[in-house]
């Protein structure tokens, strides 16, 4: 039952990961079109192609290998500075901007002269570059959103799941009492578990962030509401002074960092709280931020990813996964004693992170990623604006092709990565709890 369940898991990642690429050439395609630009094919996957069907002047189709997809364009590329795009050197940097150039006029037919891609206003181009992305984006809000809507998070909410009856400090390594240890002020103030907090010196409390704020700010003697039975009960805690964890400025906690701080001595109770459309909305920023600051981050992981491939090192909780640690992670997440409804909100949140990185991946102002096509479709309006603005000609398309050099460099960097997080995921993968 557990082999069929990973690959039930990993069968449900796939599934998920084509629809995602497709979204994601859809973005594409569809303001191609609109802006009357010709796409010979659209394609999910690359390698052999196991179907495809002719419609319009467009072949849709699905490739053998998965790992991504494509649409052509006519035209991505000015022609040379002397109108050909056939001329060859023996240079093999002129090689690769010739091969570009040629490419992107495969397939050119009668008529096509007026819908090449570079011959659209760079406004036009940063659109259809950015189509792409922006799709993975709105599916990763869209999913992200609904589960945090209909199904929730672990959150810790004011019921008291359990009442240390000491105080030990939050850094040492252990949960028992020792001898010469004090007592709680929770434990000699009588909390029992599951009374509910409702108020905080007179003040009102209903979320763990704010009662934990609180706390926190509090040393000496307190109030505490809470409800027990169906009746409210007022305790009279003095708090003391304790090594806490730390807390950053959105009351998330930070590793293996402490301050000192008041202390009561409870565990608050965890329950899936469904959040409203600000709250989730919220989430999802906070989500887009720390995904953003993990692909800059990203040159610092490889040290630590070689170590846990070749080394003996531990493979990090915030390591990067690639599309195999993703799908291992559904297997995973399939087997898991948890309800139904723990497992699907599970995946579709992997589903949602995996859109969220291909946007912020493909955002990168590099080529051979949209986030490049963009730049230079910028940096070909800023250089017009500037020559009209001084009067000067017009200095025409900015060919990016003569980047291409620039964009195998770093093609090649990417798959290098790629491959080392591969083997990662093979060897010393990325495990769930």
Same mark, same amino acid.
């Given at each position: ?18 629809? !995602?690429? +497709?979204?994601? $050439? #859809? ?6 079109? /609109? =802006?009357?630009? %010709?796409? *010979? ?60 150039? !040629?490419? +992107?006029?495969? $397939? #050119? ?6 819908? /090449? =891609?570079?011959? %659209?206003? *760079? ?60 007592? !709680?002020? +929770? ?16 003040? *009102? ?62 565990? +608050? ?165």
């Amino acid at each position: 039952m557990t082999v069929l369940l990973t690959i039930l898991g990993i069968a449900v990642f796939a599934v998920g990961l084509l629809i !995602s690429i +497709a979204w994601h $050439e #859809l973005g594409h395609l569809s303001t191609a079109k /609109l =802006f009357g630009i %010709r796409v *010979p094919q659209y394609m999910v996957g690359f390698g052999p192609t196991l179907w495809s069907r002719q419609k319009g002047e467009t072949e849709y189709g699905i490739k053998a290998i998965p790992m991504g997809g494509y649409i052509r364009m006519i035209g991505m590329f000015p022609p040379g500075e002397d109108g050909r795009i056939e001329a060859r050197s023996t240079s093999p940097w002129r090689g690769m901007i010739e091969d570009a150039r !040629s490419a +992107a006029y495969e $397939e #050119l037919r009668p008529g096509d002269e007026t819908r /090449l =891609f570079y011959t %659209r206003k *760079p406004w036009k181009r940063v659109i259809v570059m950015f189509a792409g992305p922006f799709m993975n984006l709105v599916l990763a809000v869209a999913i992200f959103v609904g589960v945090c809507m209909t199904f929730g998070f672990a959150t810790q909410t004011t019921e008291v799941a359990g009442v240390q009856k000491c105080i030990i400090a939050q850094s040492e390594e252990r949960d028992t009492c020792a001898k010469g240890d004090k007592v !709680s002020p +929770a434990h000699a103030a009588g909390l029992k578990a599951g009374d509910r907090i409702v108020a905080f010196n007179g003040r *009102p409390v209903d979320d763990w962030g704010t009662l934990s704020a609180h706390i926190r700010d509090t040393i000496g003697p307190a109030t505490l509401t809470v409800e027990r039975d169906g009746k409210q009960v007022v305790l009279h805690p003095t708090l003391a002074k304790n090594l806490v964890v730390k807390k950053d400025e959105d009351g998330e906690v930070v590793p293996d960092e402490y301050v000192v701080a008041g202390y009561l001595g409870f565990a +608050a109770k965890t329950e899936i709280v469904p959040l409203t459309l600000g709250q989730s909305v919220d989430r999802m920023g906070d989500m887009i931020e720390n995904g953003a600051e993990a692909v800059i981050a990203l040159p610092s992981k490889i040290p630590d990813l070689w170590d846990a491939t070749f080394g003996d090192g531990e493979r990090k909780a915030d390591s990067p996964v690639g599309i195999v640690g993703a799908a291992r992670i559904s297997g995973e997440v399939m087997n898991l004693d948890v309800p139904a409804q723990n497992i699907v909100a599970t995946l579709l949140l992997v589903l949602a992170t995996f859109n969220l990185s291909l946007f912020l991946f493909n955002m990168l102002p590099l080529l051979p990623l949209d986030g490049g096509h963009i730049a230079g479709a910028l940096w070909e309006s800023l250089r017009r604006h500037v020559a009209k603005l001084f009067r000067r000609p017009d200095p025409g398309p900015f060919d990016v092709a003569k980047l291409m050099p620039v964009a195998y460099v770093v093609a090649g960097i990417f798959i290098c990565f790629t491959l080392l997080v591969l083997l990662a995921d093979i060897v010393n993968p990325v495990k769930i709890s």
